[in-house]
């Protein structure tokens, strides 16, 4: 894989349609971003001013060149080239969302979303997969030096105060959310990235279960 700057990073060149192993939910995610960024220009347009970040630290991740590439077609090079898996994408929806709420100035924007989204995925993809890339490789699929994506990681998990722990029925209800979005314009079905909850709380079960033997037989 080539080590691809913002400036080519276009979408007639890396959007990988039918993709047979693509996941709905990077389809689903793209159009609820997409659906964020446009309120947010339409209040910035009846304000008659530039969405611009409030706070300070927010604003690493503005970009003095945004890609030339659509929200799904960046979301879909990440997948083909990290196979991340479902509730990756999830659990980086949840980071967003706890981000705009850590810091309500913050809007996502043309300028910020794509470093946003190769911060949020890489942090969850390290919180939730057992095997992953370095950070260099992330880099290097989001058209970023590796120094850039070190520090969009640490601003990152300063800004979310090192609180990434995603429990069950958080990532549950975010399913839901994705879902519910993907049934106003279709009625599909995420492919249940809420089977990786169900195996979480088997294993939490099985762990419970573990534990009480454990207890009984020392």
């Given at each position: 894989?080539?080590?691809?700057?913002?400036?080519?990073?276009?979408?007639?060149?890396?959007?990988?349609?039918?993709?047979?192993?693509?996941?709905?939910?990077?389809?689903?995610?793209?159009?609820?971003?997409?659906?964020?960024?446009?309120?947010?220009?339409?209040?910035?347009?009846?304000?008659?001013?530039?969405?611009?970040?409030?706070?300070?630290?927010?604003?690493?991740?503005?970009?003095?060149?945004?890609?030339?590439?659509?929200?799904?077609?960046?979301?879909?090079?990440?997948?083909?080239?990290?196979?991340?898996?479902?509730?990756?994408?999830?659990?980086?929806?949840?980071?967003?969302?706890?981000?705009?709420?850590?810091?309500?100035?913050?809007?996502?924007?043309?300028?910020?979303?794509?470093?946003?989204?190769?911060?949020?995925?890489?942090?969850?993809?390290?919180?939730?997969?057992?095997?992953?890339?370095?950070?260099?490789?992330?880099?290097?699929?989001?058209?970023?030096?590796?120094?850039?994506?070190?520090?969009?990681?640490?601003?990152?998990?300063?800004?979310?105060?090192?609180?990434?722990?995603?429990?069950?029925?958080?990532?549950?209800?975010?399913?839901?959310?994705?879902?519910?979005?993907?049934?106003?314009?279709?009625?599909?079905?995420?492919?249940?990235?809420l089977r990786?909850?169900e195996e979480?709380?088997?294993?939490?079960?099985?762990?419970?279960?573990?534990?009480?033997?454990?207890?009984?037989?020392?």
């Amino acid at each position: 894989m080539l080590n691809i700057s913002p400036r080519k990073l276009r979408s007639d060149l890396y959007s990988y349609q039918d993709e047979p192993d693509m996941p709905l939910v990077v389809s689903v995610l793209a159009a609820l971003i997409e659906r964020h960024m446009a309120r947010n220009e339409r209040i910035s347009r009846s304000s008659r001013r530039v969405i611009l970040s409030k706070d300070a630290k927010t604003r690493v991740f503005d970009a003095h060149e945004a890609p030339d590439m659509t929200i799904e077609s960046f979301l879909e090079r990440i997948f083909r080239y990290t196979k991340a898996g479902p509730s990756v994408y999830v659990v980086a929806y949840v980071y967003i969302d706890r981000l705009c709420q850590n810091y309500p100035g913050f809007k996502i924007s043309p300028s910020n979303v794509h470093r946003l989204l190769i911060t949020t995925i890489m942090v969850a993809s390290k919180y939730v997969e057992d095997m992953n890339y370095r950070n260099s490789y992330f880099a290097r699929v989001g058209g970023l030096t590796t120094k850039e994506m070190n520090k969009l990681e640490v601003d990152f998990l300063f800004m979310m105060g090192f609180k990434l722990h995603v429990n069950v029925s958080v990532f549950e209800g975010y399913c839901c959310h994705l879902e519910r979005e993907v049934s106003i314009g279709g009625g599909y079905h995420i492919e249940r990235a809420l089977r990786c909850a169900e195996e979480i709380k088997l294993s939490q079960c099985v762990d419970k279960r573990f534990g009480q033997i454990a207890r009984i037989t020392l």
